[in-house]
């Protein structure tokens, strides 16, 4: 029967077979639990051989660039940890449509990851974290021809560097990944992560996307994600997040009137991610996070709660 030890024996000896004495592999690294996975296979298959490049494309979650690529150094892995978030920045500023955005940080992430994996000399595998259900089901519901994981798309590399594929965790489901990632003592932060959209916080930022924007929602998000952790409520959703809206509300200060930003908390409860109902968070918890964001975050003055489900309603608003 499968087990997941002798899935990462059998997986092992055949990267070492596969893949030559001397071939260096890339791979592109997330902090999500498939790339980390495959990155963990890859180097107990053949070390430092294993180039992973990690790139902040500036809308990870806050402190997440650093606390990720911490981690991975103490597994021992040799990443490179890319900061290009200026670059995204760049490519999206005026963008105010959702698939304009998706497609901007896509092209600039194969722009980015191209520069970088040219830099690994001698390279002869790019690696993938692609596990089952991304194989069968490669398009995303949110209109044509964008696919959900567009940040795995690396576009036209493996034909220019004369890369062959590698995809160890290919016949897996997400379930087993975690197996596998356990076996292989992925920390607990990574192997338990939420999912998180590869556009990240670019699509939870209604409208155009600014650095200012960027920090108000990644300090909303990290008291409401720090929130369910703290009140023991994480593992109980499949999803969670914040959405900056573009739209300003009438608050008071102290004698002042204030006007502004609204944001939605978005939290779910899913199997699979294709349907999801919202997650019934105990009311003294949302009240904790709305009075904290509140307090703390200036610029935002109203906190809402999204209690629609998938279908008809998606878990991105965007
Ligand atoms: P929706 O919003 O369609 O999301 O209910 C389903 C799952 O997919 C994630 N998602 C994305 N992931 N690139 C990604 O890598 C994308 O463009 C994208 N859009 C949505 C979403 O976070 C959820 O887990």
Do not use: C
Not at 48 to 61: A, K, Y
């Amino acid at each position: 029967s499968w087990t997941p030890e002798h899935f990462v024996d059998s997986m092992v000896l055949a990267l070492q077979n596969t893949i030559g004495p001397d071939d260096k592999v890339i791979l592109g690294l997330s902090g999500g639990v498939d790339s980390s996975v495959a990155a963990l296979l890859l180097h107990r298959a053949i070390g430092p051989r294993l180039h992973g490049i990690f790139v902040n494309n500036g809308l990870l979650r806050k402190d997440e660039f650093e606390s990720v690529l911490h981690s991975y150094k103490d597994l021992g892995l040799n990443v490179r940890g890319v900061d290009a978030s200026q670059e995204f920045y760049a490519a999206l500023a005026g963008i105010s449509d959702p698939e304009g955005k998706r497609k901007a940080i896509g092209r600039t992430f194969i722009e980015i990851f191209d520069q970088e994996a040219q830099k690994v000399e001698g390279a002869r595998w790019l690696a993938q974290g692609t596990i089952y259900p991304d194989v069968i089901e490669s398009v995303s519901v949110k209109g044509p021809a964008v696919t959900i994981k567009s940040h795995h798309n690396v576009g036209g590399l493996p034909e220019k560097m004369n890369l062959k594929i590698v995809e160890p965790l290919r016949a897996l489901f997400k379930d087993e990944v975690r197996q596998v990632g356990d076996a292989l003592e992925l920390p607990h932060n990574i192997l338990h992560r939420h999912p998180f959209p590869g556009p990240g916080l670019g699509i939870r930022i209604l409208g155009d996307v600014t650095p200012h924007k960027v920090d108000l929602l990644q300090r909303a998000d990290a008291i409401f994600i720090d929130g369910l952790r703290e009140f023991g409520l994480y593992e109980h959703v499949w999803q969670a997040g914040v959405m900056l809206l573009p739209i300003q509300s009438v608050g008071v200060m102290g004698d002042e009137r204030t006007y502004e930003q609204v944001v939605a908390l978005r939290a779910v409860t899913s199997v699979d991610g294709m349907t999801a109902d919202w997650a019934h968070l105990p009311y003294d918890f949302l009240a904790h996070v709305s009075n904290k964001i509140i307090n703390q975050v200036r610029g935002i003055n109203r906190v809402v709660y999204d209690i629609s489900s998938k279908p008809p309603a998606t878990i991105e608003w965007e």
